[in-house]
């Protein structure tokens, strides 16, 4: 686990005061607050329908709160597009995989970097000089990728025909072209089997640990959660219950009766 | 052969000068192919060398080797012989245990391994290594927060040299004077045999043994620098530490390394390498694929396919033996060859091969063909670690399915009273390394070793191996049990993987099977047969139909040979479980462990020789993260009516 605790005396990456989100008179979010430091795991967690996509559909501006402030590096953040929040530094992977189902793995990594390329459509399809140039740079970064996630043996192959789990990790590989600041996780770990997932918590936490990315996760396997996360925010029914450390959120009562349920 | 180098190291310095240019070494790194020529290996494994010694590397030492196929790896080898010191390759895939024992038996002081998962392992077992000291690696992935003085990079040993060579003019020339004092009788590796049977043994070979044994090999195949080879193999195997090391250094030839075990039949087409060696089980494997991508294949590609495939059956052997064919079939198989044959030998990265080899177990004669028909030249040999791999090869154009070949060059053969196969040659093992007990089992006073095979030469001065000599057991009846030749015969089938043969002292033989998934779950597709499990598919009553077929045509064959129609299997189950390294039941290069099988499955097999047509059976089962586990199972047991001798046959008629 990183040595990133909540540190007081830095500013966090991201911070959210007072969030509300409505859709008509059903309150997603109410009156949420919490923030992200840089260089940390952060989990958020809680039941089905406890708001924690949409959670992650403000942070990337997907939504737009009814109240509340959302402050990225130090300043308020203003109403965004989602695009405007990954031109800022935010990727996201999705819950149901969201990939190009016909292309291959490398072209959907390569598509992560589109926003990094600086030469037009033009210049691109005519692929001399500083176009090509600067493709072959992209391309070594989507390599150095394909090989920290172990996928060189599918490089080529249609992501459509792979198993589920590979799936997951070309997204991951896609987000993580961007160079994100963050990176939202939406159940990365959703309808693996335990190998899959061992897996995947190792490339999160190398990522985490060789590259510095910040990490914000929606899981649903505590397991996982509890060995990943440096914090934990509990949501249900839109409030914020409990936020702390994996030990903390699991002596909470209200956690307990909330989520984590009686032991069976 | 006076003009022979001493040592291992000796040949790397003499190629840094003739082949300079060449390239000796390739390997695929972030979707690159990158090349090192024998000038540059030389320069690498010269600061390698320096900068281990600096780290207090002395003659004598071992130091153990783990990891797949990387060129820091392959030249941590040189680079360690040239101290005068001891490479142990150990299998990477080996859990820790098993591991341990190898380690302290040979009382390594170093470890090179490739990345993290290995110096993890490693550090785990630690507390009973006293000997071992410092742990080297390649990749650095995972490796930051490790003490830097137990846990070094190779690069950083490297600089370690630079530093030492700065500082100390005459440090090459010692150098190079020091691998010219190498003697031609010095232990130069210790290979661990996997352990068919029992504990590991450090199989001690010598510079000779290596050097006059690649010699011998390069001559028979006409190897030169020209050549390409592809290395995927253990490297703690003996076949891929002469074939991707030894014989390279001494023809010259470059080694190329696969991007990750995954990528290797991606990247054998990207090299087509022209020297190439793979056990059955891989030629099996891309069979089967063929054979699977077909039936997936349009109707004119299918029919071209196959129609083509029977032309080479017809003539493409002799094609390749060089006998004569009639000139319209020639021109006939060329264009087979252009349609088919080429762009399928391209898929498969054998457009190039001059030379293939199989070794290790049987190959089925049709798939052996198959390879040869499409002007592959596959041929067999036969070898062992203690003989520097090296014992019988089958000479271009005298290729016979059944066979492994003549002697080697300067390799005797004899067969004991008792059936079994001896031999002599230069490349025969100095001894099992702290094992004066094995050594003296394994070979006599006058260097003949015991191979533990049973086999005769045949009319044309062949060998042929019938099974391991100890295996051959005896039926109740007195016939022959021969288990291999019988789990051979059902393995050839692509929906079997596996296969064990019980028979010596019983009334009749029956068997165990495993499927393969591969081709099973595809006909399963196919045939809209849903399952939800390996477990599930395994006792599939239509599995077990097509299973029953296969025993039917394997009991035709052995009814065929008068003295085998005893072993026609009479009774057979499909295991609900694949066999695995992991839970004990293989060993680490894939053979059946059969005591193991023996004890673990005893129910099983009980039921066999008893009326039952089911049986319950619980196992215990070692998941890939090291917790175990149990699965339960009601295996289903099938009788196979038995087919007459054929004499018998005859008279009915």
């Known amino acids: ?264 | 052969m006076s003009d022979l180098l001493g040592s291992l190291p000796a040949y790397l310095l003499r190629n840094t000068e003739q082949f300079a240019d060449r390239v000796s070494m390739r390997h695929k790194d972030l979707g690159i192919w990158r090349e090192w020529t024998w000038a540059e290996v030389g320069d690498e494994v010269r600061r390698f060398s320096i900068g281990f010694a600096s780290l207090g590397l002395k003659q004598g030492d071992k130091v153990a080797i783990v990891g797949s196929n990387r060129p820091k790896l392959y030249w941590a080898f040189p680079a360690i012989q040239s101290c005068n010191a001891v490479p142990v390759p150990v299998y990477a895939d080996s859990v820790a245990e098993e591991m341990q024992y190898v380690l302290e038996h040979a009382g390594v002081r170093f470890a090179v391994c490739q990345d993290q998962e290995q110096v993890d392992k490693l550090l785990s077992i630690q507390d009973q290594l006293p000997a071992l000291e410092a742990i080297l690696y390649d990749e650095d992935r995972g490796l930051k927060g490790y003490d830097p003085e137990q846990v070094i990079a190779i690069t950083r040993v490297q600089a370690l040299g630079d530093e030492v060579i700065s500082r100390d003019k005459d440090i090459v020339a010692r150098w190079n004077q020091s691998i010219g004092e190498l003697g031609m009788d010095d232990l130069c590796v210790i290979l661990y045999t996997s352990g068919t049977t029992g504990r590991p043994k450090g199989v001690m070979l010598s510079n000779r043994n290596l050097i006059e044994t690649s010699a011998n090999a390069n001559a028979f195949d006409k190897l030169d620098h020209t050549e390409e080879t592809i290395a995927y193999l253990p490297l703690a195997w003996v076949g891929d530490h002469v074939f991707s090391y030894t014989q390279s250094l001494l023809a010259g030839y470059s080694v190329c390394c696969p991007e990750s075990p995954d990528t290797v039949t991606v990247n054998r087409r990207e090299i087509a390498p022209t020297y190439f060696f793979a056990p059955p089980r891989v030629f099996e494997g891309l069979l089967t694929t063929i054979m699977v991508s077909m039936e997936d294949a349009g109707r004119i590609k299918r029919g071209m396919f196959h129609h083509f495939i029977r032309v080479a059956n017809k003539v493409g052997e002799r094609i390749l033996n060089a006998e004569s064919v009639n000139p319209f079939m020639r021109a006939y198989y060329k264009l087979g060859d252009w349609l088919v044959y080429g762009p399928l030998k391209n898929r498969l990265g054998m457009s190039k091969v001059r030379v293939a080899y199989t070794a290790g177990e049987a190959i089925g004669p049709d798939i052996f063909r198959f390879y040869r028909s499409l002007g592959i030249n596959l041929k067999q040999l036969y070898g062992q670690t203690e003989a520097s791999v090296y014992i019988t090869a089958q000479p271009d154009g005298q290729i016979d399915a059944n066979t492994v070949g003549t002697p080697s060059p300067g390799v005797e053969l004899r067969i004991e009273d008792s059936g079994e196969v001896m031999y002599r040659s230069p490349g025969v093992f100095m001894g099992y390394y702290k094992n004066d007990l094995a050594t003296a089992d394994t070979k006599t006073n006058d260097g003949w070793v015991h191979t533990g095979d049973a086999g005769y030469i045949d009319d044309a001065g062949h060998l042929r191996i019938i099974d391991r000599a100890k295996d051959v057991g005896k039926l109740n009846s007195g016939g022959m049990f021969p288990p291999k030749y019988i789990e051979n015969k059902l393995k050839f089938f692509p929906n079997i993987k596996e296969a064990v043969a019980f028979g010596d002292g019983r009334d009749y033989v029956s068997v165990f099977i495993n499927i393969d998934l591969t081709s099973v779950a595809n006909w399963a597709e196919r045939n809209n047969i849903v399952y939800g499990s390996y477990q599930e598919l395994a006792g599939h009553p239509e599995v077990y139909q097509q299973i029953e077929q296969h025993v039917r045509q394997v009991n035709q064959d052995l009814v065929a040979e008068p003295q085998m129609a005893g072993a026609q299997i009479h009774r057979f189950l499909v295991l609900h479980k694949e066999l695995d390294a992991d839970d004990g039941e293989l060993t680490r290069t894939l053979k059946v462990r059969r005591k193991f099988v023996n004890e673990r499955y005893n129910v099983l097999i009980d039921a066999l020789y008893s009326d039952k047509t089911e049986q319950f059976v619980s196992t215990e089962v070692v998941f890939e993260d090291g917790r175990t586990g149990k699965i339960d199972a009601t295996v289903a047991i099938q009788t196979v009516d038995i087919d007459e001798p054929a004499t018998e046959l005859r008279q009915a008629s």
Do not use: C
């Open chain 1, 1 to 264: 686990m990183s040595s990133v605790q909540a540190d007081e005396g830095k500013p966090p990456l991201l911070s959210l005061d007072n969030v509300t989100l409505s859709f008509g008179g059903v309150k997603a979010i109410s009156d949420i607050s919490f923030n992200i430091q840089e260089g940390e795991i952060r989990a958020i967690i809680g039941p089905n329908g406890a708001g924690k996509t949409s959670m992650l559909n403000v942070i990337n501006g997907f939504y737009h709160p009814q109240q509340g402030t959302i402050t990225w590096r130090g300043k308020p953040r203003r109403r965004m597009k989602p695009y405007h929040a990954a031109a800022s530094g935010i990727a996201r992977t999705f819950q149901n995989v969201a990939l190009f189902k016909g292309m291959s793995t490398l072209d959907n990594i390569m598509s992560g970097r589109s926003l990094k390329m600086k030469r037009g459509m033009f210049w691109q399809m005519l692929h001399v000089g500083p176009a090509r140039n600067e493709e072959i740079e992209h391309r070594q970064h989507v390599e150095r990728i394909i090989d920290f996630l172990e996928i060189a043996s599918i490089r080529k192959q249609v992501v459509g025909r792979l198993p589920y789990g590979l799936q997951k990790r070309v997204e991951l590989g896609r987000a993580m072209a961007m160079e994100p600041d963050l990176l939202l996780l939406d159940e990365p770990m959703a309808g693996m089997n335990l190998e899959e997932k061992e897996d995947m918590s190792r490339f999160v936490l190398d990522l985490n640990s060789e590259f510095g990315t910040t990490i914000a996760l929606i899981e649903h396997d505590m397991g996982v959660v509890m060995d990943l996360a440096d914090r934990v925010v509990v949501l249900d029914y839109g409030k914020k219950i409990a936020d702390g450390t994996p030990a903390e959120v699991q002596a909470s009562q209200e956690v307990i009766d909330a989520y984590l349920g009686v032991s069976h």
